[in-house]
């Protein structure tokens, strides 16, 4: 008899059956808003066991949370993941700062855009991938003003009323 090959464990080989695979836990919605977001990235998030089963139930927050090099390392400070009531005297702390992931050369062009152009590093979404590891994206970001978020409101307000009218119309 043939044995048929564990779905569980193995990484899905093409990119849209990862996509399908990855499982959003937290997003930072008002982020858009308030940044003009250049560029971003994914990265890794170093995390104890009942923070990933607290993640697990989809219990995370990161509207709050940025991130900043620390001891050449980019950590993410403001991020909450409430305690894992299950875990007992083993669970985490729920605001602590948490380790990412990167490659050297995105830490070095992230930190250097940091630095030097005065841009923010954002969370943007936090999520298990394909492989069941958790992610973040992380963007590089730039403040946006009162005045410019009403503009990009009134922009995004056009162009729904234009796809409503073009629409009507066809």
């Known amino acids: 008899m043939a044995q048929s090959p564990k779905s569980s ?7 849209s059956t990862r996509e399908l695979a990855r499982k959003l836990v937290a997003e930072n919605r008002q982020a858009r808003r308030n940044y003009e977001i250049i560029d971003d990235v994914e990265a890794g998030i170093i995390l104890t066991g009942s923070e990933v089963k607290a993640l697990r139930e ?17 950590v993410m ?8 009531p299950a875990a007992g005297q083993f669970n985490h702390e729920p605001g602590r700062k948490r380790i990412l992931l990167l490659k050297k050369r995105e830490y070095n062009r992230l930190v250097g855009a940091v630095e030097r152009e005065g841009r923010t590093l954002i969370p943007l979404e936090l999520y298990f991938g394909g492989n069941g590891m958790a ?6 970001a730039m403040g946006r003003k009162a ?7 009134k922009k995004r307000d056009w ?5 409503r009218i073009l629409r009507d119309r066809g």
Not at 135 to 140: C, R
Not at 147 to 153: A, G, L
Not at 159 to 163: E, I, M, N, P
């Open 147 to 153: 005045p410019d978020k009403r503009e990009v409101e």
């Open 58 to 74: 989809g219990r995370a927050n990161i509207a709050e949370a940025y991130a900043r090099e620390e001891d050449g390392q980019i």
């Open 77 to 84: 400070i403001n991020s909450t993941i409430p305690i894992y």
């Open 9 to 15: 464990g193995q990484s899905p080989k093409n990119k």
């Open 135 to 140: 992610k973040i994206k992380l963007a590089l």
């Open 159 to 163: 162009d729904r009323q234009k796809g």
